[in-house]
């Protein structure tokens, strides 16, 4: 349809089929597929999509199947090995005919003696008005209280209190390592908070630097250590020995 002006001239007026024919056509969807293969970052799908003949875009797509599948079975395989928590354990065995037997420590249940100590105990009681009793067969719970008071007075004004403690020579009664006697030199000894004085055989000490440590095979032996220790029960001290106090 047209129409003419007064400059006579023809103008074009479109219509409405007209109008619609002249929009921009919708691309397809193989247009858009494309346009994502030539821009993702994947050489298979660039490839393809970049493809100018029918053999080279068989040989690029035969490609990204192939290595894609590879990948897949690949990272299968790496799951199901995760989950089955697979472990390799390697064990060796060595033979060593010398060793050194381990150090031995034992400790009286009781930390002192009752014969020794009661009576030192009721003279310091008495004279610090802790426990007025004078009577050493009725030993009492605030005695008991008053004993760690004086031994930590005994500690502190550096008095020695090593003749209340069991010593070994009255708890040893025999000691043979490798059917071999030991005696009571062949223990070193320390302080226990808890127990008093505890003792050790076989234990390295500063001065020897290790040269007295046994082996298992001295003497021709496998390692055996036999004691029989006397532990004196009836000269615990009440209270402490039966776990009241502590």
């Known amino acids: 349809m047209s129409k003419t002006l007064s400059n006579g001239l023809p103008t074009v007026i479109p219509t409405i089929g007209e109008v619609r ?7 397809r969807r193989r247009s858009i597929v494309r346009e994502f293969a030539l821009n993702a970052s994947i050489h ?8 100018q003949s029918k053999h080279n875009c068989l040989f690029w797509t035969i490609a990204f199947l192939i290595f894609t599948g590879t990948m897949i079975y690949f990272v299968t395989e790496t799951i199901k090995s995760y989950f089955e928590y697979a472990t390799t354990t390697s064990v060796s065995i060595v033979v060593e005919r010398t060793q050194t037997f381990p150090a ?7 930390p002192v003696r009752y014969d020794r100590i009661i009576e030192p105990l009721l003279n310091y009681t008495n004279s610090t008005n802790l426990a007025l009793i004078n009577d050493s067969s ?3 719970l605030q005695q008991a209280y008053a004993l760690g008071a004086y031994l930590s007075y005994m500690l502190g004004t550096n008095n020695s209190i090593d003749e209340y403690y069991f010593s070994i020579d009255t708890m040893l009664i025999s000691c043979s390592y490798n ?6 030199n062949d223990f070193s000894s320390f302080l226990s908070s808890q127990h008093g004085r505890c003792y050790t055989f076989n234990g390295k000490t500063k001065d020897s630097n290790g040269s ?3 082996l298992t095979n001295g003497n021709g032996g496998t390692g055996n250590l036999q004691l029989r220790l006397y532990a004196q029960s009836h000269l615990y001290v009440p209270y402490i020995s039966d776990g009241l106090f502590h």
């Open 138 to 140: 009725a030993f009492t």
């Open 104 to 110: 031995v420590t034992f400790c009286n249940y009781a």
């Open 44 to 51: 298979g799908l660039l490839g393809i999509a970049r493809s």
């Open 21 to 27: 024919t002249s929009e921009a056509p919708k691309p």
């Open 212 to 214: 007295d440590v046994r």
């Open 179 to 184: 059917d071999q006697t030991c005696t009571a």
